[in-house]
Each structure stands twice: as structure tokens, then as C-alpha cells.
């Protein structure tokens, strides 16, 4: 079954006549014989819509309860019932109420489509959705109901229903689009002429779009490549050179001339991408046209001429704007340049020849020299001794061979000239293996007179075929060369692209490989600061400044790449710029890195911040309550308090206390490991002594088991070394049940002693062993009056300032054990 025809019928507004032209249309095929519904039209209360939908079947609308109302919708599914050969839908944009089929009226309209049936439908040019931000800007009013512009671009027919600003506000002024109370509002706002106007172009231009599109296809369709000048379109060849930009202007200013004109940019790469500019380069002349208003394109080609010409018909364009030649006359007689190509197979499209400051010019490019000096010579003094070298030994063997073995002889000469020494030299070569073929070998012999013009004709062949070959062999050496820099740069690139995939930051090692590229002495990342430059990084010798490097290519507006050695050739000041803009990616990267460590630190600092005022909120203010509590009863005279209960408020008094400066230490202790400020001074302390000292006033000290050996020290400073292990010890007392003991030994090692600390709790899970010494952790598993989860982290600091170590294993059994590991005193060892 055949998809459904679409004919739209368009407008710049409402009230120009869509609804109007789409029931005129409908009673003509009703007249003709077309079995014809009305499936939704919208009359607004116009007696002219209503009277147009007289004497058209019309399908009764489907009732929706939305929101304790009901609104009629169009009945889809009693349309595809009825299955008419076309229906008439207005208003393709709306929104049909939740609990419809369809969220939107144009699905109905595909619904119907897809179901073979044709379609005659309305929509205004602000409901399209490409155009809705345009509209918005115009008239100051966004559009909640869009149609997407696929649905309207696949109707068969799209017909503009147009009407002049000025007319249709006469028919808004007579009450023929809204109702009087109305009139005033539409008139000042929406209806604005100037609003009308712009709409109505807006209109225009995407319908002939549309159109442009439709010719395209017909062209394709029937194979026709000559211009049809329906439309001012300017092609506008640039190669990236300074004059690319005047071109560009003048295209711009060509194509404005007619309304509805465009232009277009096009640069031609060679096939074979040894030649060409740089990406940046290609990048430039993008934003150039787009802010003059035409288009950018690039093409591949191996001749320019054709390709322009080719894109230029697929384009359909009327002229082509091209720059005057660069090349000079001679050349220009010799081999036609791309200009004049195009003015001989344009046809029927303009071209217009733009002069400019560099035509003819002397400041033009040639062709990179791959042959270096010392090469160069070494082809010169080729091209003289090796020809009166070999005629010389031709001369001593004359009888042996004739005149085509000396001079295929000589050519071989030529050529070897322009292997070594490039053109210039195999041009020297064959003048003068010319001069020796006409002395030695051609009679008379020992004369530069030629007897024979036949030895005319050989010898003037000779020096023609000589300087032939060797400008064929030159040129081959040369693209050969940059073929190699071409796989060179290409490999580099390749390089560089899978370090940006691999988030390698190796910023001396991306110097190490531009030193290799480059053949360069040394590499440096040079900073301005304060007036000076300063070195980021480096390799090998590098330049200490921008002035003394042979090769530069700036990162950012404060950093350069610096090269030693010699300058950098033409065609490879992309690559160097390419490892540039890497170098710049890895400084991005690790600012970044910077700026990621940064905001952890802040992130901690403020999450300390917040614990730290919960602890002040909280487990300060709660013993500082028992202690005035406390205080207030003892102080009371309207009770008389027992010498029993005397001794209990001062027994919560001492103990409040007793915590209060727990936590004080510990908040003072944490501060100073923080900040770095922790003072320690290391000796030798007698390790059974400091437990026996720290376990001390610690509730429930009785349930601890010490079996430290005596003779077993350590080195390490004796008041911090009592705070760790206090702290340690309260820790496994509190989870260690009442009936378990927590049992403390020590070992000793070369240079080191390990104190293990074990308790018989729940212990913790794999993943929370770190956290354990992080601050304020609690990891769940204690009141939240029960201190602020700063102990372990405060032991964990403290150790480390001590140059120790603070680890955690599980108890065989279950439980937590903590190992303390600190350096054993030796005679090396001095307090410090």
C-alpha cells in the first residue's frame, strides 16, 4: 500500500486564508468526484470558515475528559474506519489533550499517511520548529506548539497562502480574524506591521528553500549539469594565501547585490596531501567566512581548475570569483594557470579575474628545497668532471662504439647529476656533456662546428631530452623527500594522538620527541613571568629565550615552545604547532590536576570545618552541661545534699572534665599536625613503661594484658608516644567486650619494633581499614556523644611525626588489631 500524498498549505500569520484555501480545495475535489472527510477544522467563529465547511462530510470529533472538562479532538481512529481517499486536517501543530492517541496532531496526520490516506492540512511559518527561536525573536512571543520541519519538508505540495502586511491588517481591523474585544491588543502587539512583514519574508525565503530543493532534486533526476541562474550563488576559490581574504570580500559583496544571494569558499587539497596549508591555517579561512556570511568547504583534487569548475556545477552557481594569477608571465605562457583553466571550461558561469596587491608578485611560493648545500656543490663539480671524465674515456675507445651509444652515455650522466645535485646541476650537466658529444664525437671532430645538421637536430635533442629527464628525476627526488616528511609528520602525529587517548603528561618526554622530529639540540616550555621567562621544561640544550631559539611556537598567551637548532622549514611549522597545542593540553591537564587536588583539600578542610562545629555543638557542650549542672547543685541551698551525693556531682564533675580536656587535646593535637606545627623531640624510651604510663587513666585499664619485654626500647618522643598509645588503647577498650581482654606485645627487628595492640570486638570491614585514621570517623558503630572520631586520627599523625607507622589487621578469632610499628634506639640515633 502507497504512503499517503501531503499538501500543506503555509502561512506568515493566522487569519491570511489557510483554512479558507484548504476548504476551497476540498469542495473541488468533492465536485470532481474524490471522496473527501473533514477530519478537524477549526472555524474560530468566522461565519466564512463555517459556511466553507457547509456541504463537506464532516467525521465527528472525539470527546476527552481532561481535568473535570471535556474537549473535542479530532476521532482518528473513526477516520481510518471510514478509510476516505482524502481528509482535510487543520492546524497541524497542535497538541491534542493527554489520553488522545497521539501526543501531537501532525502523528495523527502520519497516522493517516501511513494508512494510504491523503492529507490536506494548515500550519503558520512560527510553528515550525527550526524557526521557533527566529519567530520568538520577532515577535517576542515562543511558540508551545512546533511541528517538526521533517513533516512539513516530506509533503508533496507545499502551497504559500500569501498576504500583504497591510491587507491583513485591514482584515483584522474589519473583525474577520478575532473577535472586537480582541482587535485593539492584536493590532499593538503581535500584528504589528513590521512584525507581519518580517514573517512573511521568513515565509518566503524557507518556502524557497524548499523549492531550490525540489529544482535540485529535478537537476540530479534528469542528469542536467548547465547553471539554471535561479538563484545568485558565488563560488570563491581561496588557497590560503593573503589574498584569500580580499577574494572573500569581494563574493560577499557580489552576492549581496541580489536578494537571496549566497557564496561559498572552497579550498582544493591535492590527492596525494603533500602539499597544502595547515590545519590552523584551514581554520582561519572557516571563521573568515562565516563572518563575512558564506560557507566553508574543502574538496580533494589533483587538478584545481577541474575541481573548482566540478563543485561550482554541483553547486549550481552563477559565477566563480577567482584571484589574478601569482605566477609570472613567462610561466603563465608556458603553462596556463588555474585562472585561465577555469575561464576556458566555465560555460555558462561568470568568472570574474579579482586583481590584488600580490598578483604577479615576486612573493609567491616555491617549491621546498630537500637538497642541502654541501649536496648541492658536491652536483656542480658532478656535473663538470664527471662528463669530461666519461668523454674522455669514450674518446679512447671511439672505434669501439658510435655516437647513440656516446650520447645515451652522457644522458646517463645528466641523470646522476639530478639524483645528487637536483636541477640546476643536471642542467649544468647536460650543456655540458652537449659541448663535449659536439668536440669529440661529432665531426668535425675537435670543433664546436657541426658538419651535419642531422648532428644539429641529435645534439639540440640532447640537451632538450637531458633537461627533461633531469626536471622529471628533480621532481620525482623532491616528492619523494616529501612524501618521507609526510609519513614522518604523520607517524609524529599518530604519536601525539595516542598520548591524548593514553592521558600520558610527560611533558620532558613530548620535548625528548620534538628534539628527535626536529633534529634540534634541546627543547624548553618558556613562562613569562614578571617580564621574564622562565623555563617550565626542558631537554637536552635548551634555549633560555624566545630570541635565542631556532624554532618557537606558541602554547597560550603566556607560554612558548622553544626549539635550539636550525629554523624550522615551511611545511612543517603544522606539526611543530601541533606539539604545541599537545604541550598545551598536557598544561591544561595538569592545572586541572591541580585544581582537582585543591578542591579535595577544600572539600576536607570544609568537612572538617562542619565536624568541627558539631563537636563544639555537641560533644563540648554536653560535659560543660553535666559540669554546671553539677556545680548549681552543690552551690544550691534549698537542697540538702548527702556526703554520698556530694561525691557523685563531683565525681560527674571530674569526669566531664576529664573529657572535656580529652577532646580539647585532641582537637589541639589534630590542629598542629595539620598545619605542620607539631614539635617533636626524639629519644629513647623504655616501650613497657609507656604503655604501663598511658594505659593508667584509662577506664577499664584493668582488662588490658601487657607483655611488652623490659629490655625492648624505642625511639620516640615520650609525651606524643603516651598520646598514641592512650588513644590506641581507649579505642580497643571501647569495642572489646566487658568480659574479653585486649592484649599488647611487642616484637623487635633490625632497626625496628612492632607494638601490636589486639582487641576482640566486631571488627571492621576490608574497605574501612582506611578510613579508620581519616578525622572524624566513627564509621557507625558509636554514640554520637561518645567523642568526635578524632583519636585514631590524631595516634595516626602523631606516629608519622615520629617516623613511625600505624597499621591495621584482622584478630585471628575476630576482632581489630592495631600495629604500631616506630625505629629501634641505635648508637647512630641522636635526640633531635
Known amino acids: 500500500m502507497d504512503r499517503g500524498r501531503l499538501r500543506v498549505y503555509l502561512g506568515a500569520a493566522p487569519g491570511v486564508g489557510k483554512t479558507f484555501a484548504m476548504l476551497d480545495e476540498g469542495h473541488r475535489r468533492v465536485e470532481r468526484g474524490t471522496d473527501l472527510v473533514v477530519g478537524y477544522v477549526e472555524t474560530h467563529g468566522r461565519p466564512k470558515t463555517e459556511r466553507g465547511v457547509a456541504g463537506l462530510e464532516v467525521v465527528p470529533r472525539k470527546l476527552v475528559a481532561y481535568r473535570d472538562t471535556v474537549q473535542e479532538e479530532m476521532d482518528l481512529e473513526a477516520i481510518l474506519e471510514r478509510r476516505p481517499d482524502v481528509v482535510l486536517v487543520d492546524e497541524l501543530a497542535h497538541t491534542n489533550v493527554p489520553g488522545s492517541t497521539h501526543e501531537k496532531r501532525w502523528q495523527d496526520v502520519e497516522a493517516l499517511r501511513d494508512a494510504g490516506i491523503e492529507v490536506i492540512t494548515t500550519v503558520n511559518i512560527q510553528h515550525l520548529e527550526s524557526l521557533n527561536d527566529v519567530t520568538e525573536a520577532i515577535t517576542g512571543i515562543r511558540q508551545r506548539e512546533t511541528v517538526p520541519d521533517h513533516v512539513v519538508r516530506s509533503a508533496d505540495q507545499i502551497e504559500l497562502v500569501d498576504m500583504s502586511p497591510q491587507a491583513l491588517r485591514r482584515r483584522m481591523a474589519h473583525g474577520n480574524i478575532y473577535t472586537a474585544d480582541k482587535i485593539d491588543a492584536a493590532l499593538s502587539r503581535y500584528f504589528r506591521e513590521g512584525n507581519l512583514t518580517a514573517l512573511r519574508e521568513l515565509a518566503l525565503l524557507w518556502l524557497a528553500d524548499r523549492v531550490d530543493e525540489g529544482l535540485e532534486r529535478y537537476r540530479d533526476q534528469h542528469e542536467i549539469e548547465s547553471t539554471w541562474a535561479t538563484r545568485e550563488r558565488v ?13 572573500m570580500r569581494r563574493a560577499s559583496r557580489i552576492a ?11 579550498y582544493v587539497t591535492r590527492q596525494d596531501g603533500l602539499r597544502g596549508i595547515a590545519p590552523d591555517g584551514l581554520a582561519a579561512l572557516a571563521r573568515k567566512a562565516e563572518e563575512l556570511g558564506g560557507t566553508f568547504h574543502t574538496v580533494v583534487g589533483e587538478d584545481p581548475a577541474d575541481a573548482i569548475l566540478s563543485f561550482a556545477r554541483a553547486e549550481n552557481a552563477t559565477q566563480v570569483v577567482i584571484g589574478a594569477s601569482r605566477r609570472g608571465r613567462v610561466s603563465t605562457v608556458l603553462r596556463p594557470g588555474v585562472g585561465e583553466r577555469v575561464v576556458a571550461g566555465s ?20 617549491p621546498t628545497d630537500n637538497i642541502g648545500t654541501r649536496r648541492r656543490i658536491g652536483g656542480f663539480a658532478f656535473a663538470v668532471l664527471a662528463p669530461g671524465t666519461l668523454s674522455l674515456l669514450l674518446h679512447l675507445t671511439k672505434d669501439l662504439h658510435g655516437l647513440p651509444i656516446e650520447a ?5 650522466v645528466v641523470v646522476a647529476t639530478a639524483l645528487i645535485g637536483g636541477l640546476a646541476p643536471a642542467v649544468m650537466s647536460a650543456i655540458v656533456s652537449a659541448l663535449l658529444l659536439n668536440y669529440l664525437f661529432t665531426p668535425p671532430l675537435y670543433t664546436l662546428t657541426i658538419a651535419e645538421p642531422e648532428n644539429v637536430v641529435t645534439i639540440a635533442i640532447f640537451v632538450a631530452v637531458g633537461i627533461a629527464v633531469a626536471s622529471v628525476v628533480d621532481n620525482a627526488a623532491r616528492r619523494t623527500a616529501e612524501a618521507r616528511a609526510a609519513r614522518a609528520e604523520a607517524d609524529a602525529l599518530t604519536v601525539l594522538a595516542h598520548s591524548t587517548l593514553t592521558s600520558s603528561d610527560d611533558l620532558t618526554g613530548l620535548l625528548s620527541s620534538a628534539c628527535r622530529l626536529f633534529n634540534a639540540d634541546g627543547a624548553a616550555v618558556l613562562r613569562r613571568e614578571d617580564g621574564s621567562e622562565v623555563v617550565v621544561a626542558s631537554c637536552g640544550t635548551p634555549p633560555t629565550s624566545t630570541e635565542s631559539a631556532g624554532m618557537a611556537a606558541a602554547i597560550d598567551d603566556q607560554s612558548t615552545l622553544v ?8 611545511n612543517q611549522r603544522g606539526l611543530l604547532n601541533a606539539y604545541a597545542a599537545y604541550a598545551k593540553v598536557i598544561d591544561d591537564r595538569q592545572r586541572a590536576n591541580l585544581a582537582e587536588v585543591e578542591r579535595l583539600r577544600l572539600a576536607e578542610a570544609d568537612r572538617t570545618r562542619t565536624a568541627l562545629l558539631a563537636a563544639v555543638s555537641h560533644d563540648l557542650r554536653n560535659p560543660l552541661a553535666a559540669v554546671k549542672v553539677s556545680v548549681d547543685s552543690l552551690r544550691s541551698t534549698d537542697v540538702t545534699w548527702s556526703d554520698a551525693d556530694e561525691d557523685e556531682l563531683l565525681a560527674t564533675i571530674e569526669e566531664s572534665t576529664d573529657r572535656l580536656i580529652a577532646l580539647v587535646t585532641n582537637l589541639l593535637d589534630m590542629s598542629r599536625i595539620s598545619t605542620g606545627s607539631l614539635s617533636v623531640a626524639l629519644r629513647e624510651v623504655g616501650l613497657l613503661d609507656a604503655v604501663r604510663t598511658s594505659i593508667v587513666p584509662l577506664p577499664g585499664a584493668e582488662r588490658i594484658e601487657v607483655s611488652v619485654d623490659p629490655d625492648i626500647g624505642v625511639l620516640a618522643d615520650a609525651g606524643l608516644l603516651d598520646r598514641v598509645l592512650a588513644n590506641i588503647c581507649e579505642n580497643a577498650l571501647k569495642y572489646t567486650p566487658e568480659s574479653a581482654h585486649v ?3 611487642a616484637t623487635a627487628a633490625t632497626g625496628r619494633v612492632m607494638l601490636r595492640i589486639a582487641d576482640t570486638g566486631p571488627g571492621v570491614q576490608d574497605h574501612d581499614h582506611e578510613r579508620l585514621f581519616a578525622p572524624f570517623q566513627r564509621l557507625g558503630d558509636v554514640p554520637q556523644q561518645d567523642g568526635v572520631g578524632l583519636g585514631l586520627a590524631v595516634a595516626h599523625g602523631l ?10 589487621e584482622e584478630t585471628p578469632g575476630g576482632g581489630l588489631t592495631f600495629v604500631l610499628e616506630l625505629p629501634a ?8
Do not use: C, F, K
Open 799 to 808: 606516629t608519622e611525626a615520629m617516623g613511625g607507622t600505624i597499621t591495621t
Open 235 to 247: 563560488v570563491v576559490p581561496v588557497s590560503g594565501g593573503p589574498e584569500s581574504s580580499t577574494l
Open 256 to 266: 549581496s547585490r541580489r536578494s537571496g544571494g549566497e557564496w561559498q569558499a572552497l
Open 347 to 366: 560555460g555558462d558561469i561568470d568568472v570574474h579575474i579579482v586583481s590584488h596587491d600580490y598578483a604577479r608578485s615576486s612573493d609567491r611560493r616555491t
Open 408 to 412: 645515451m652515455s652522457l644522458m646517463v
Open 825 to 832: 634506639p641505635t648508637q647512630e640515633n641522636e635526640p633531635r
Open 743 to 745: 592484649r599488647v606485645d
Open 563 to 570: 626549539l635550539a637548532g636550525s629554523t624550522l622549514p615551511a
